[in-house]
């Protein structure tokens, strides 16, 4: 029985990419990509020449038995997604289930994704957080958002760039004016920018200079009354 490999791509700078990823795509027997024009640049930069096949959110569940009859043939297979690490808001998720539930050996490879730095640079507490990944767009959005104010870890979420604006305000809206905001964008890449402050403040900054490129956004959770209370402590 072959295995499936999950391997992390770039997501911006082509030198985050491992000496293991490259010998990995290059030996396994096929490459999934969620788009094969843009991992085909990937893969003619580092010189692999391993087939490739599309696999992405429209044809998943249609592909998944196939691609578990291969791995049960012998075949070694390995996903990748446009960048970052794959079921990360990619696909990737249906097929590692998929290989969990017919036991077979799934080997996820360390490597990039936006998230873990856009939170560790953030300056916000980074020991108990919650990945939120993109909000839904309409229905639920609201409910969601209730909920996500009473939360007391630090949230990560993904944000298109055009909705970013409209992000913040909806933050100032369910958060309040105050709550500390990070949001990094284009992460290692040569235009890479951090902006943190207030969600007030820093809906300012990106209405007065629209964002492009890929954003995550990094936001403080709820100080508990009992936490706020807090005197400080006194050693003298």
Known sequence: MGKLYL????IGNLEDMTFRAIKVLKEVDL?????????GKLLKHFEIATHMHSHHMHNEHKTVENIIKRIQAGENIALISDAGTPAISDPGFLLTRACVE??????CLPGATAFVPALVNSGLPNDKFIFE????????????YLALAEETRTMILYVSPHKLT???????QYFGADRQVSVSREISKLHEETVRGTAEDVLKHFEAKPAKGEIVVVVAGK???KESKKEPQNHD
């Not at 391997?7 to 770039?10: A, G, I, K, Q, Y």
């Not at 017919?102 to 080997?107: A, G, L, S």
């Open 223 to 225: 100080i508990s009354v």
């Open 133 to 144: 990944g993109f909000l839904p767009d309409k229905k639920g959005r609201q409910t969601r």
């Open 102 to 107: 017919h036991n077979i050996e799934v080997d």
């Open 7 to 10: 391997v992390p791509t770039p």
């Open 31 to 39: 490459i999934l990509a969620e788009d094969t024009r843009t991992s």
């Open 166 to 172: 409209k992000t913040l305000a909806e933050f100032v």
